[in-house]
Nanobody, 123 residues
């Protein structure tokens, strides 16, 4: 069992930056791929970024490439999402998730989820 708690969301102007954190409980954090997803009002949850167990594989959705950076610190059981050059269309609730297998971009393949943190980007 893994419990995930996100933090770092907030209100920021377009062009600004935020860093989201996701702290995980348990001693098996490094056995999971970690992903970030987001969900805007009235829209489906969508993949944002994923990082493999020790960071050797990283992937992003096309619209955030070059602006967002995912990283992890296994010693701290924490995964991060650094978001730069934020746009109003990045406004959403951001969730971190953990998976032991399956597709890295499909939400249904993730086993554990945090409660989410709101990111609002004003124009």
């Amino acid at each position: 069992q893994v419990q995930l708690v996100e933090s770092g969301g907030g209100l920021v102007q377009a062009g600004g930056s935020l860093r989201l954190s996701c702290a995980a409980s348990g001693r098996t954090f490094s056995s999971y791929f970690m992903g970030w997803f987001r969900q805007a009002p009235g829209k489906e949850r969508e993949f944002v970024a994923v990082i493999s167990r020790f960071g050797g594989m990283i992937d992003y959705r096309e619209s955030v490439k070059g602006r967002f950076t995912i990283s992890r610190d296994n010693a701290k059981n924490t995964v991060y999402l650094r978001m730069n050059s934020l746009k109003p269309e990045d406004t959403a609730v951001y969730y971190c998730a953990a998976r032991s297998g399956g597709s890295r971009t499909i939400a249904a393949d993730y086993d554990y989820w945090g409660q989410g943190t709101q990111v609002t980007v004003s124009s």
